[in-house]
């Protein structure tokens, strides 16, 4: 069901084979599932090795970031800064991208260091990083009010990533920064493949499958490059949807093709996010219930109602993610093909990235 454009002339299918080989560079983890549900509240902090903790400095080394696990007392019973200020940090690598649900904090056993509250930042790398946000807002967490008392925080939506970073922003005044800490979460599903800005990956629908007055797609997309197309469907008489990375914007083109056969709405262009070329994921989301559509890029969804024969888009039964499969094909259209990162690609709930993988 899945091919790769890739602008070259394959002599065999063995190439093909090859080049779809090192297009899908897929990542597969595991997750125990029960339906939708699943418990995703496991300590991920006690177990990690001493090499996983660091921070900006030390007060000692009986301070050091390795003595920051809750409920611990080796060493002197937590993690303190040389210096206590807004610049200092404690960091875990919690070893691979992890489901991140909640957090707690301690403040130095038996001492008067504790901190009331603090950013908290995360990262896939360990270098680009990005802070927690709730409802839109930089926010705070509210943090301790003596040293062993555990306050839990259950985040509102949970964080995907690798690294995170306690950032103390207020302390106690009486005595420096101390931190004790805990993470809970799981092992994160991820299904991902790259893309080179030369390729794409083509899904053909099951005719009998498709619902013309409904579709859903969903992806996750990283990447360094302003400009790029994520998504295009066309059909024989220039109707077509395009999605784009422009600028850092994503914008969601609906064009109803023959503009005498469609003289109501013959196109319609909704954009939405920005600096979405930071190398973090961003998720997309297009829901299209008969002429309902709407458009959700993060947080952040456009609904709009699109008139006339929008239901009866002539579409063919072929998708294509990255890229456009023969360049020039919806003539005005000679964009740049994709080149990031695609995660768990749905269309239908189809796994697109699974399907390719299996096949």
Known sequence: LLGVSMNVNMDSVTEMFLKLLILLSVHHRHMAVAGNKYNCDDQLVSALPQSSFSSSSELSSSHSPGFARLNRREGAGGWSPLVSNKYQWLQIDLGERTEITAVATQGGYGSSDWVTSYLLMFSDSGRNWKQYRQEESIWAFPGNTNADSV???????????????????????????????????????SEVVGFDGKSCLIYTLNKKLINALKDVISLKFKTMQSDGILLHREGQNGDHITLELTKGKLSLLINLGDTKTHPSNAQINITLGSLLDDQHWHSVLIEHFNNQVNFTVDKHTHHFHAKGEFSYLDLDYELSFGGIPVPGKSGTLSHRNFHGCFENIYYNEVNIIDLARRH
């Open 151 to 189: 306050v839990y925080y259950k985040l509102q939506h949970s964080i995907k990533a690798r690294f995170l970073r306690f950032v103390p922003l207020d302390w106690n005044p009486n005595g420096r920064i101390g931190m004790r800490i805990e993470v809970y979460g799981c092992t994160y599903r």
